[in-house]
T-cell receptor, first 112, second 115 residues
């Protein structure tokens, strides 16, 4: 079956540092890829998505590129802020009416 | 827009009783709703997919007689945990699809504790 593997945290960085959270996947066909973020006490929110190979999703300074050749969708941000502290989930789905397959989540802690 | 609510946010029940969790899409009609379960420090696991007016589709290993899902309208789906046991204690999260491809909106989750 489909699966998503992401680096486990917690990941602790200083403010303004460069962020990379690795995500790789296995799936049949051509999945769509997502990053969700969960702030403390809140529900999951879609951060960005990419629906086909070489697409780049971006939002709030975060970016991720759908790399079919390496089956990866790494999340990056050039300069993190304290407010970026949250749990980040990489996920995939095979189709519009399908549920999501999630990675285990990466807890990101940004220190001032 | 695209807000999903869950009720209750926390519930404690005794072993052997049943608990109902509601998931509502507040400002849109959801053709499909999903139920997930999240264990501590682990990923969300899809339990079932429900479409309005039809039976839910359960993932492998999820007992459909234990986790009853009803999707009676385009804005409401319910998950009933029947004859709950301590091992059912978990964080249950629903999401709703607005009808467009691949977009799901998540509720804040319900923490169930079975004593």
């Amino acid at each position: 079956g489909d699966s998503v593997t992401q680096m486990e945290g917690p990941v602790t960085l200083s403010e303004e540092a460069f962020l990379t959270i690795n995500c790789t996947y296995t799936a049949t066909g051509y999945p769509s890829l997502f990053w969700y973020v969960q702030y403390p006490g809140e529900g999951l929110q879609l951060l960005l998505k990419a629906t086909k190979a070489d697409d780049k999703g971006s939002n709030k300074g975060f970016e991720a590129t759908y790399r079919k050749e390496t089956t990866s969708f790494h999340l990056e941000k050039g300069s993190v802020q304290v407010s970026d502290s949250a749990v980040y989930f990489c996920a995939l789905t095979g189709g519009g009416a399908d549920g999501l397959t999630f990675g285990k989540g990466t807890h990101l802690i940004i220190q001032p | 827009g695209a807000v999903v609510s869950q009720h209750p946010s926390r519930v404690i029940c005794k072993s052997g009783t049943s608990v109902k969790i509601e998931c509502r899409s507040l400002d849109f009609q959801a053709t499909t709703m999903f139920w997930y379960r999240q264990f501590p420090k682990q990923s969300l696991m899809l339990m079932a997919t429900s479409n309005e007016g039809s039976k839910a589709t359960y993932e492998q290993g999820v007992e459909k007689d234990k986790f009853l899902i009803n999707h009676a309208s385009l804005t409401l789906s319910t998950l009933t945990v029947t004859s709950a046991h301590p091992e059912d204690s978990s964080f249950y999260i629903c999401s709703a699809s607005i009808g467009g491809p691949y977009e799901q909106y998540f509720g804040p989750g319900t923490r169930l504790t079975v004593t």
